[in-house]
């Protein structure tokens, strides 16, 4: 059984910097697809960032060219750094994990592709 758990949200004004972990113990990341979704309040969840096995990575618009997925192996840690943030990323962030006993060779954008969460960290950004 896989245990995510997120870290690193908190409140920030806009323009700022934000960088989200999610620690995976044990867990060599480098096999399975990874990604950084986020909620916010009456939204549907929302896939943001994602990576497969071969470090391969893909965006949403709304955050290309401002945040960046990436993983520490070594550390067993999904890192979202998240730059010139705005209001409107104001949303709980969650990290997720596709087990799907084979390697992920593309990044996967659908949240019903994962099967493993994590319990998700509150990002607020303050104009």
């Known amino acids: 059984q896989v245990q995510l758990v997120e870290s690193g949200g908190g409140s920030v004004q806009a323009g700022g910097s934000l960088r989200l972990s999610c620690a995976a113990a044990?867990?060599?990341?480098?096999?399975?697809?990874m990604g950084w979704f986020r909620q916010a309040p009456g939204k549907e969840r929302e896939g943001i960032a994602h990576?497969?096995?071969?470090?391969?990575?893909a965006y949403v618009d709304s955050v290309k060219g401002r945040f960046t997925i990436s993983q520490d192996n070594a550390k067993y840690t999904l890192y979202l750094q998240m730059n010139s943030v705005k209001p409107e990323d104001t949303a709980m962030y969650y990290c997720?994990?596709?087990?799907?006993?084979?390697?992920?060779?593309?990044?996967?954008?659908?949240?019903?592709?994962?099967?493993?969460w994590g319990q998700g960290t509150q990002v607020t950004v303050s104009s």
């Open positions: 990576i497969d096995s071969s470090g391969r990575t």
């Open positions: 997720a994990l596709r087990d799907l006993g084979q390697i992920c060779y593309v990044p996967r954008r659908n949240a019903a592709e994962y099967n493993y």
């Open positions: 044990g867990y060599k990341l480098s096999s399975y697809c």
